[in-house]
């Protein structure tokens, strides 16, 4: 039930941290303003950051099945999660309607079951 938890919130929280990437990316294009230097840069990181990232993904989904394991990475997705979600608040300002708040329902119940985790099943001291 634990490992359930741990790869529900890892999927929930994937579409702000895509978001936060992408806005990150997106300032770094904006701020380089040299079309040769984007395109260089981004050869390098699809040749070099794309297996990394499997790599990442697969470490992170392999970390459900061991309960220490689970518990370090569900802090790490915790602050993950909320840098993304400052990132994510900071480009594009604050939501206005309940229609735009909705995006971020995913990344608040996952920063809430890697909360529950971290918070019910950390090891006690003897």
């Known amino acids: ?71 370090v990475c569900a802090g790490i997705l915790v602050a993950l999660n909320g840098a993304a979600l400052v990132v994510v608040l900071w480009a594009t300002g604050l939501p206005r309607e309940a229609g735009e708040a909705v995006f971020f329902l995913p990344t608040v119940a996952a920063v809430g079951l890697h909360g529950h985790l971290l918070w019910h099943h950390r090891p006690r001291a003897a």
């Open 1 to 71: 039930m634990k490992a359930l938890a741990y790869l529900v919130g890892l999927i929930l929280s994937a579409p702000v941290l895509a978001f936060a990437v992408g806005v990150l990316a997106l300032g770094h294009a904006i701020a380089t303003r040299n079309v040769f230097t984007l395109l260089y840069q981004l050869v390098y990181a699809f040749a070099s950051g794309l297996p990394l990232a499997a790599l990442l993904v697969l470490a992170l989904v392999a970390c459900a099945f061991l309960p220490r394991a689970r518990l």
